[in-house]
């Protein structure tokens, strides 16, 4: 199975502020890769896919990029609706796998 | 409106059996591959299962394998999760997603349901 690491695990910012958000796959996974927002008691909520691809809606501040192994996502100024946990997803192989997300906080 | 609407959680004890429903609205579902991921309470996801858009393949975690069975009815818009010997650890949340974007192995999930509680418990 392919291992999906998130660093870092928890990440304290303040609106306004621009973060990075590191998934490391345990081998290549080309450019498969999705990024997911998700707030307590809610379903995840897709952003992007194909490691740097927006899906449709997706506020532009959210950016992806990396391939093969590494991959980030980039917020480049932070909202109050941002402050969530984030996972990376693979999807060049089953079984998917997920990071073990990073919670953003409110410094 | 495009969702997703899971169904058929509960509390059960561990051995037992529970079949987890998924209804699907504003899109045909059998244009997709459909799948069920969970999340533990307090703890991160973990995919389960996937079926494609015609129900003729099936991929399965391994820690469900042989247990849980995923299976669809397009006349019907509806997903389903049969979940046999139910252990302690099967407790979670369990969502049902749409696949998109396929890299011709697997999916991004784009839509996701609100969940159903799992509870195994004697």
């Known amino acids: 199975d392919i291992q999906m690491t998130q660093s870092p695990s928890t990440l304290s910012a303040s609106v306004g502020d621009r973060v990075t958000i590191t998934c490391r796959a345990s081998q290549s996974i080309s450019s498969w890769l999705a990024w997911y927002q998700q707030k307590p008691g809610k379903a995840p909520k897709f952003l992007i896919y194909k490691a740097s691809t927006l899906e449709s809606g997706v506020p532009s501040r959210f950016s992806g990029s990396g391939s093969g192994t590494e991959f980030t996502l980039t917020i480049s100024s932070l909202q109050p609706d941002d402050f969530a946990t984030y996972y990376c997803q693979q999807y060049n192989s089953y079984p998917i796998t997920f990071g073990q997300g990073t919670r953003l906080e409110i410094k | ?122």
Not at chain 2, 30 to 39: F, I, L, N, T
Request: hydrophobic share 35%; proline share 2%; charged share 15%.
């Open chain 2, 1 to 122: 409106q495009v969702q997703l609407v899971e169904s058929g959680g509960g509390v059960v004890q561990p051995g037992r059996s529970l079949r987890l429903s998924c209804v699907a609205s504003g899109f045909t579902s059998s244009g997709h591959p459909m799948h069920w991921v969970r999340q533990t309470p307090g703890k991160g996801l973990e995919w389960v299962a996937v079926i494609s858009y015609d129900g003729n393949r099936q991929y399965y975690a391994d820690t469900v394998k042989g247990r849980f069975t995923i299976s669809r009815d397009n006349s019907k818009n509806t997903l389903y999760l049969q979940m046999n010997s139910l252990r302690v650890e099967d407790t979670a949340v369990y969502y049902c997603a749409r696949g998109v974007y396929s890299s011709g192995w697997s999916d991004a999930l784009d839509i996701w349901g609100q969940g159903t509680m799992v509870i195994v418990s004697s």
